[in-house]
């Protein structure tokens, strides 16, 4: 069984810095893409960046040049740093992984999301 397990969370001033990590655990032939999404009260889930088992990488436009996605092959992490953070990025932010877990079985999981609230 595999898992995800977020942390780094929290609250932050407007124009603050978090970061939040993700490692994956279990039995884990493979993982592929990792990604970050997030969910805001009252809209739906968008994805926020996301890093290919390659490096290759694609961010939201809302958050370009703002958050970097980052990832530890040997370890199975993933990380999004968080800079100049605005009251917009308040959300629920989940991690994301396309994962085999044996030859036969590839699978996408989900963390259990992590609070984070840009508040003054």
């Known amino acids: 069984q595999v898992q995800l397990v977020e942390s780094g969370g929290g609250l932050v001033q407007p124009g603050g810095s978090l970061r939040l990590s993700c490692a994956a655990s279990?039995?884990?032939?493979?993982?592929?893409?990792m990604a970050w999404w997030r969910q805001a009260p009252e809209k739906q889930r968008e994805l926020v960046a996301v890093i290919t088992s390659g490096g290759g990488i694609n961010y939201a436009d809302s958050v370009k040049g703002r958050f970097t996605i980052s990832r530890d092959n040997a370890k199975n992490t993933v990380s999004l740093q968080m800079n100049s953070l605005k009251p917009e990025d308040t959300a629920v932010y989940y991690c994301n992984g396309d994962i085999r877990s044996s030859p036969y079985r590839r699978s996408e999981y989900w963390g259990q999301g992590t609070q984070v609230t840009v508040s003054s």
């Open positions: 279990g039995t884990i032939f493979m993982v592929y893409n």
